[in-house]
């Protein structure tokens, strides 16, 4: 890593939390202007059927059920000791913030998840959902 000319996000996780950090995949529900027909139905050209990348993501679970079931497959796979907990599957700021809130504090209340990564359009952000603050 040294002989690189730029920082990686990996080895700046490494460097804050002094080990491995592994993000996680997790499916909230949620849908997006391109598939509820508030824009259009069908979806877009960013997701597939399942939503973007959604490879490894067991449904039918509660978020921090799936982070617990992630946490065991990153320890073994990779010796990961942290983690991100990332919203991938559609876009994941389309709901009442309120929703939003109670889904993310879910995840970090995950022990050893250190963070959010949180996939959406621009198109679904309006100002309340980013004062969400995290």
């Known amino acids: 890593m040294a002989d690189?000319?730029?920082?990686?996000?990996?080895?700046?996780l490494r460097r804050q939390f002094g080990c491995r950090v592994q993000r996680i995949?997790?499916?909230?529900?949620?849908?997006?202007?391109?598939?509820d027909g508030s824009v259009g139905s069908g979806g877009c050209s960013f997701c597939g059927g399942n939503g973007s990348g959604a490879k490894g993501i067991v449904r039918g679970l509660s978020v921090a059920e799936q982070?617990?079931?992630?946490?065991?497959v990153m320890?073994?796979?990779?010796?990961?000791?942290k983690f991100l907990?990332?919203?991938?599957a559609f876009s994941n700021t389309y709901a009442p913030v309120e929703r939003l809130r109670a889904l993310y504090d879910e995840a970090l209340a995950v022990p050893d998840v250190v963070g959010l990564i949180i996939g959406t359009r621009p198109d679904c952000l309006p100002p309340e959902v980013l004062d969400l603050g995290f």
């Open 67 to 72: 982070l617990e079931h992630g946490k065991g």
């Open 4 to 12: 690189k000319r730029y920082n990686t996000f990996s080895a700046e």
């Open 75 to 81: 320890v073994r796979k990779y010796g990961a000791r």
């Open 85 to 88: 907990a990332y919203f991938q």
């Open 25 to 35: 995949s997790v499916d909230a529900g949620f849908t997006c202007p391109n598939r």
